[in-house]
């Protein structure tokens, strides 16, 4: 039930793109995504809606694909601060607000 | 505004006794989320409120476990008696009903020795 992410981990260098999958048995009515760096609490990053549209960071994007069972995010010209662990987490259902966290991705980016 | 608060943001305490964790959700907020992080089970949501109404319960583990929002600038969530394994992070969080953005507190670290 939980989303499967993968990669569970990546190594970026300083400015390169990275892509990280979220991949449910369900179909994706809107997926959030968070980050959360070590020792902190996660951290909303944006939030992909049913027809496509997004509302969040202007350098990280995402999208399903066409069975809508997968969410993508896409990170661009990766910086160091955007290490830490990314968390998809689409709502259970439509019309609940019961959010499932996926099994989070690893990404560390070196300079 | 100062965000979601969480308290304790440390406990430690031994098995059998009762815990009870406090969090402040943001002012205008009417959605209140508690969560458990684990290295084993992950994020794990436990509750969620609406306008003080507990409205998804199913992740509590067990009845071991209650939590309740009195009123909408505090909710507790109490685990009586406390065991080892219940052991984790836990996070509290809050939304308005626009786009449902996550805020999340601080957590607690609990430890049950």
Redesign the interface.
């Known amino acids: 039930q939980?989303p499967v992410q993968s990669p569970q981990a990546v190594i970026l260098r300083e400015g390169e793109d990275a892509v990280i999958n979220c991949s449910s048995s369900k179909a994706l009515y809107s997926v959030?995504w968070?980050r959360q760096k070590h020792g902190?609490?996660?951290?909303?990053l944006m939030?992909l809606l049913k027809g496509g549209e997004q509302?969040g960071h202007e350098k990280i994007s995402a999208s399903f694909n066409e069975k809508k069972q997968q969410s993508s995010l896409y990170l661009t010209a990766s910086q160091l601060s955007y290490s830490g662990t990314y968390?998809c987490a689409p709502p259970w259902g439509s019309g609940?607000?019961?959010?499932?966290?996926?099994?989070?991705t690893r990404l560390k980016v070196l300079a | 505004d100062a965000g979601v608060i969480q308290s304790p943001r440390h406990e430690v305490t031994e098995m059998g006794q009762e815990v009870t964790l406090r969090c402040k959700p943001i002012s205008g907020h009417d959605y209140l989320f508690w969560y458990r992080q684990t290295m084993m089970r992950g994020l794990e949501l436990l509750i969620y409120f609406n306008n003080n109404v507990p409205i998804d319960d199913s992740g509590m583990p067990e009845d071991r476990f209650s939590a309740k929002m009195p009123n909408a600038s505090f909710s507790t969530l109490k685990i009586q008696p406390s065991e080892p394994r219940d052991s984790a992070v836990y996070f509290c969080a809050s939304s308005s009903d626009e786009n449902n953005e996550q805020f999340f507190g601080p957590g607690t670290r609990l430890t049950v020795l």
Do not use: R
């Open positions: 939980q959030h968070y902190e609490a996660p951290v909303f939030i509302k968390f609940t607000y019961k959010y499932i966290f996926g099994t989070g």
